[in-house]
T-cell receptor, first 117, second 113 residues
Framework: DAGITQSPRHKVTETGTPVTLRCHQTENHRYMYWYRQDPGHGLRLIHYSYGVKDTDKGEVSDGYSVSRSKTEDFLLTLESATSSQTSVYFC????????????????FGEGSRLTVL | DAKTTQPTSMDCAEGRAANLPCNHSTISGNEYVYWYRQIHSQGPQYIIHGLKNNETNEMASLIITEDRKSSTLILPHATLRDTAVYYCIGPNAGGTSYGKLTFGQGTILTVHP
């Protein structure tokens, strides 16, 4: 199994509080991703990173920020959590190829379940 | 983005082959087709991908039609542990798109004893 660790795995918080989810990898893969999964919407890309300090927005980035200061860590921050951000969050990693090419083979973590009351 | 179409659900008897279809009629010539699955509450798992030739690995086979407008994922001997949601992910995955995958609703495969 790919070495991906998400923390925390479960968190309950209140509306308006900041929350940070951490994704740690031991594979030295170039690409990292944050997805959220909700009933009726499937998996949606929030943000992704294509290298240290290189990040970009995905499909549903509003209300989220990310940082990647080291190859192995990709942090997802909710500056002020809202109930609509209650979801299961998945981190994924992928190996890069030459240039910006990508294998398309993503390895996913176990997920972090966030509940915002 | 081109889209994929899959049946909402399928059933299969344990030990039989499971054939999961996917339509990707707007795929362009250099776009891969990827298959992932998600077993309840777990993160999605990569299965296989292909461009235009049939592909096989230890998990499954992928048959892509000659016109590339559709494909079929084959699990040759389905087991109860293959019960999952199967996602066919078409265009805009891999290549120059930074590996950003767009997941649809997928097919719920239920394998029965």
């Amino acid at each position: 199994d790919a070495g991906i660790t998400q923390s925390p795995r479960h968190k309950v918080t209140e509306t308006g509080t900041p929350v940070t989810l951490r994704c740690h990898q031991t594979e030295n893969h170039r690409y990292m991703y944050w997805y959220r999964q909700d009933p009726g919407h499937g998996l949606r890309l929030i943000h992704y990173s294509y290298g240290v300090k290189d990040t970009d927005k995905g499909e549903v980035s509003d209300g989220y920020s990310v940082s990647r200061s080291k190859t192995e860590d990709f942090l997802l921050t909710l500056e002020s959590a809202t109930s609509s951000q209650t979801s299961v969050y998945f981190c994924a990693i992928s190996e890069g190829l030459a240039g910006w090419m990508n294998t398309g083979e993503l390895f996913f973590g176990e997920g972090s379940r966030l509940t915002v009351l | 983005d081109a889209k994929t179409t899959q049946p909402t659900s399928m059933d299969c008897a344990e030990g039989r082959a499971a054939n999961l279809p996917c339509n990707h009629s707007t795929i362009s010539g250099n776009e891969y087709v990827y298959w992932y699955r998600q077993i309840h509450s777990q993160g999605p798992q990569y299965i296989i991908h292909g461009l235009k030739n049939n592909e096989t690995n230890e998990m499954a086979s992928l048959i892509i039609t000659e016109d590339r407008k559709s494909s079929t994922l084959i699990l040759p001997h389905a087991t109860l542990r293959d019960t999952a949601v199967y996602y066919c992910i078409g265009p805009n995955a891999g290549g120059t798109s930074y590996g950003k995958l767009t997941f649809g609703q997928g097919t719920i495969l239920t394998v029965h004893p």
